[in-house]
C-alpha cells in the first residue's frame, strides 16, 4: 500500500521560470518539509519569451522557433535546485504554445495578443480541455492547497490569467482541496526591496519608475512565507532559466530582471492571497499555507 504524505501542495503557473519568480522558495520551502509532496504543473513551454543571451537568440519564434525545447531543460534544472520531484506540462510538454502578449498601458501591464497560434493556451476554446487536463491531474495527487495566480494574472498576461481561470474551475470540480491562493507582491515589501537596491553601485539593471512593477495593497496579503533559508536554493533556480532571467548576486541585496532590464529585487517573504478557503481564526498573516489545513 503506497502511503499518501500528510501535506499536498500543487502550484500552478503558465510559463517556465513562473514558478522560480513567484514561487520559488515556497516549493523549496516545503520540498524539504517532511511528509509533504509538493506538485508542479507547468501549462506551456514558454516559446514566445525574449531571449537575454545575445548567443542563444536564434531560439527565439522569429528564429529557428526551438525555445520551448530549450526551456524544458531549464526548468528541468530549476527544478532540481529547488529539490521539486513531481514537476508534469499540462496535457503534456508543447499541448498547449504560450500565447505570447502584448504590452498595454504602464508599465508591465501586458494583453492579449490580436492573433494567436492555434495550439494558444489563452484561446478560448482550448478551455474545457485544460480544465478537463487540470482535474486529472487533481484526481491524482489529492492537494489540500493549491497555489497559482489572481484574477488579472498578477499583471495581465493572457497565460496566467488563463492559468487562474482552470484552476479554479478545476478545483471546484475535485473535492479535498482546503485552499486556494494566488501570489502577490505587497506595495510595502516591493518598496522596501527597491529601496535597498540603489546601495549597490554596481547595479547592471536600470531602477523602475513609480508604479512599474506591479504589487497589491498590503490589506490583501493573506499569507507570508518567510523563504531566507532557501535563498541560494531560489538563485540557482533563477540563473537556470537564463534564457529569461538575469541575477545580479554578486553581494547583498540580490536584484535580478527580466529581457527589459528593470531591476526587481530578491525579497525574502513571499507573499500570497488566499482566495478560497479559510486558515485558523485570529491569525493576521498566516506563515504556512497549511495553517487550519486537517490532514
Same mark, same amino acid.
Given at each position: 500500500?503506497?502511503?499518501?504524505?500528510?501535506?499536498?501542495? %500543487?502550484?500552478?503557473?503558465?510559463?517556465?521560470?513562473?514558478?522560480?519568480?513567484?514561487?520559488?522558495?515556497?516549493?523549496? *520551502?516545503?520540498?524539504?518539509?517532511?511528509?509533504?509532496?509538493?506538485?508542479?504543473?507547468?501549462?506551456?513551454?514558454?516559446? !514566445?519569451?525574449?531571449?537575454?543571451?545575445?548567443?542563444?537568440?536564434? %531560439?527565439?519564434?522569429?528564429?529557428?522557433?526551438?525555445?520551448? @525545447?530549450?526551456?524544458?531543460?531549464?526548468?528541468?534544472?530549476?527544478?532540481?535546485?529547488?529539490?521539486?520531484?513531481?514537476?508534469?506540462?499540462?496535457?503534456?510538454?508543447?499541448?498547449?504554445?504560450?500565447?505570447?502578449?502584448?504590452?498595454?498601458?504602464? @508599465?508591465?501591464?501586458?494583453?492579449? /495578443? =490580436? &492573433?494567436?497560434?492555434?495550439?494558444?493556451?489563452?484561446?478560448?476554446?482550448?478551455?474545457?480541455?485544460?480544465?478537463?487536463?487540470?482535474?486529472?491531474?487533481?484526481?491524482?495527487? *489529492?492537494?489540500?492547497?493549491?497555489?497559482?495566480? @489572481?484574477?488579472?494574472?498578477?499583471?495581465?498576461?493572457?497565460?496566467?490569467?488563463?492559468?487562474?481561470?482552470?484552476?479554479?474551475?478545476?478545483? $471546484?470540480?475535485?473535492?479535498? &482541496?482546503?485552499?486556494?491562493?494566488?501570489?502577490?507582491?505587497?506595495?510595502?515589501?516591493?518598496?522596501?526591496?527597491?529601496a535597498a537596491l540603489?546601495?549597490?553601485?554596481?547595479?547592471?539593471?536600470?531602477?523602475?519608475?513609480? =508604479?512599474?512593477?506591479?504589487?497589491?495593497?498590503? $490589506? %490583501?496579503?493573506?499569507?507570508?512565507?518567510?523563504?531566507?533559508?532557501?535563498?541560494?536554493?531560489?538563485?540557482?533556480?533563477?540563473?537556470?532559466?537564463?534564457?529569461?532571467?538575469?541575477?545580479?548576486?554578486?553581494? $547583498?541585496?540580490?536584484?535580478?530582471?527580466?529581457?527589459n532590464g528593470v531591476? !526587481?529585487?530578491?525579497l525574502d517573504i513571499?507573499?500570497?492571497?488566499?482566495?478560497? @478557503?479559510?486558515?485558523?481564526?485570529?491569525? !493576521?498573516?498566516?506563515?504556512?499555507?497549511?495553517?487550519?489545513?486537517? /490532514?
Open positions: 500500500m503506497v502511503s499518501v504524505p500528510l501535506h499536498r501542495l %500543487l502550484l500552478v503557473h503558465a510559463h517556465p521560470d513562473d514558478e522560480t519568480l513567484t514561487t520559488g522558495g515556497t516549493i523549496a *520551502r516545503y520540498a524539504a518539509a517532511p511528509d509533504t509532496a509538493v506538485t508542479l504543473v507547468t501549462c506551456t513551454l514558454g516559446e !514566445q519569451g525574449e531571449v537575454i543571451p545575445p548567443t542563444l537568440a536564434l %531560439l527565439g519564434p522569429d528564429h529557428a522557433d526551438q525555445l520551448g @525545447g530549450h526551456r524544458i531543460g531549464e526548468l528541468a534544472d530549476a527544478c532540481a535546485a529547488l529539490g521539486l520531484r513531481d514537476h508534469r506540462f499540462l496535457g503534456g510538454a508543447g499541448r498547449w504554445r504560450d500565447s505570447g502578449m502584448v504590452l498595454a498601458g504602464h @508599465g508591465v501591464r501586458a494583453g492579449l /495578443p =490580436d &492573433v494567436l497560434h492555434p495550439r494558444a493556451f489563452a484561446a478560448p476554446a482550448a478551455f474545457d480541455e485544460q480544465v478537463d487536463a487540470l482535474v486529472a491531474v487533481l484526481d491524482e495527487v *489529492r492537494p489540500q492547497v493549491v497555489l497559482s495566480y @489572481g484574477a488579472d494574472g498578477g499583471y495581465g498576461h493572457p497565460d496566467h490569467i488563463r492559468a487562474h481561470d482552470i484552476t479554479a474551475a478545476a478545483t $471546484a470540480r475535485v473535492p479535498g &482541496v482546503r485552499k486556494r491562493y494566488a501570489t502577490a507582491v505587497s506595495c510595502s515589501a516591493l518598496a522596501t526591496g527597491l540603489p546601495t549597490d553601485p554596481g547595479l547592471p539593471f536600470r531602477l523602475p519608475g513609480p =508604479d512599474e512593477l506591479p504589487s497589491v495593497p498590503d $490589506a %490583501l496579503i493573506t499569507t507570508r512565507i518567510d523563504v531566507r533559508a532557501h535563498r541560494c536554493a531560489r538563485i540557482a533556480a533563477m540563473q537556470a532559466h537564463r534564457t529569461q532571467i538575469s541575477v545580479h548576486a554578486s553581494g $547583498a541585496p540580490i536584484a535580478y530582471a527580466m529581457s531591476a !526587481q529585487p530578491l513571499e507573499e500570497f492571497v488566499l482566495v478560497e @478557503g479559510s486558515s485558523e481564526p485570529d491569525e !493576521q498573516a498566516e506563515t504556512d499555507l497549511f495553517a487550519g489545513v486537517d /490532514p
